[in-house]
């Protein structure tokens, strides 16, 4: 089993000496508690299939502590086999061949002087394959291994590989100047588009702007035939201004690494450009309805709903989602897909999030006419956008009222319910029928029902309910702090 990054860090974390808490684990990942569980389970469940004991100690209320046991053993081998080189270490060797095409390498990069001839001989059967994926072959004659392949797949194969490979890692290997200098383009591109380029795409500028930058310090940028280059002349043709664009941040590019990068470049970049559709000059009024569609789709199918204005806050998660999809829809229309540096760690720390929109995507998959569908990239970003609202709309109790008496009395009682007891968010007004329809999204979203209706709701019965007056009296309010307050309700 191969550990994560953030699954690194926590044995790094942690000591031999003294308990630290999942809550300050939580703070130093960026992550929950609960997933911080998840991840000490997974690693506790690695080691004890090894060694017969777990790595990670809890002690309730004092948190985790690293198992004595292995104070004098080397910890930092996730796999479960210490000869065999684990994912992270082949990427390294396959971007450092990819990174130098054409240039032969001495045998010392394929970094396996610890291992047997047989772990030797595995390590290079997993290169050999991963290459071969991409159409590329690896050769090795005495002390030197190299790589054959078009210009093309070199790139494809960085870009994909890259993927896999924590975004810090990335930022290491750019010098502070070359930081400086791609946040410059960043700035200059959303200078001239009149547009913002916010996250995932100015993570993509970065990724391109990268691989060019290592393949000229380190390799031999190979020519790139017409045939090699997505984009027809055609729609180039369309969008001379982005066209434009394109060829100065290139012609930038060239000047600051002083070599003269191939015309083709160009149409590499603009094709970068164009499939995150900053400018939307491609949108057609079917793209925004079906990107309609899709949000729509998305939201009530996530929270079990008939109606995204049932969803408290829906024009949040609305907007975030439909801001995403539209550029998505004409990258599919192009089958291009979009690179996503943090899939690995999404589908690990939110892995319920993912999977549950994952098979979503599934069925709007099989309604999309795009030979290109949504893919895992799509679906990580999705899941962001998902967990973002999740993390803004549990800040406070979040409650539905149950209100018969018109849509004025019931605005005036919500008034009323915010102004007396700020912490709560009244996220719907539902008759009782509505309450019925939509008992998947009450289930999931509310934490407790106000009811101005003496009815019993069978489906919900786990959910507390409190009778209140429509008119709010002090009596009232008191039931429900001492809802909030984990009071008994009498």
Known sequence: MEFTSNEHMIINLLNFEYYIKASELGKNLFVSDKTVRRSIKKINDSFSKKYDHKLILA?????????????DKDIS?????????SVLDINEVLLSLLFGYPKKHHRQILNDDYLSASAKNKKVQRIRKALKSY????????????????????RKAIRAITQQTNLAKIE???????RQFIDKQIELIEEKSHNVLNYPYDLTITAHLYMLIKRVREGKIQPITNADVQFENKVISKNPELRKLAKLIIDNLS??????LNESEVHYFF???????????????????????????????????????????SRKLYGDLYQHILPMLSRLQLGVTIENNLLEDVKHKYFQTFNKLKKIVTDINTELAFSTKIDESEIGYLTLYFEKYSIEVKKEKRVLLICTTGVGTSELLKARLRNKIPSLDVIATMSVRQVIKNVGFVKQNVDFILSTVNTKINDVENIPVIMISSLLTEQDIQKINYLIEGREVG
Request: overall charge negative.
């Open 77 to 85: 081998l996730p796999a479960d086999d210490p000869e065999v080189s």
């Open 172 to 178: 290491s290997d750019l010098y502070p100047a070359d």
């Open 255 to 260: 000047s600051y690494l002083s070599v003269n």
């Open 135 to 154: 159409n590329i072959n690896y050769h090795q004659k005495r002390e030197y291994v190299w790589i054959e392949g078009t210009e093309n797949n070199i």
């Open 271 to 313: 094709e970068t450009l164009y499939v995150i559709n900053f400018e939307r000059r491609e949108s057609k009024k079917i793209d925004k309805v079906l990107a309609d569609l899709i949000t729509q789709k998305l939201i009530t199918s996530y929270f079990g709903i008939s109606d995204i204005t049932l969803l408290y806050q």
């Open 59 to 71: 002690n309730s209320g004092k948190g985790f502590i690293l198992n004595v046991y292995f104070k």
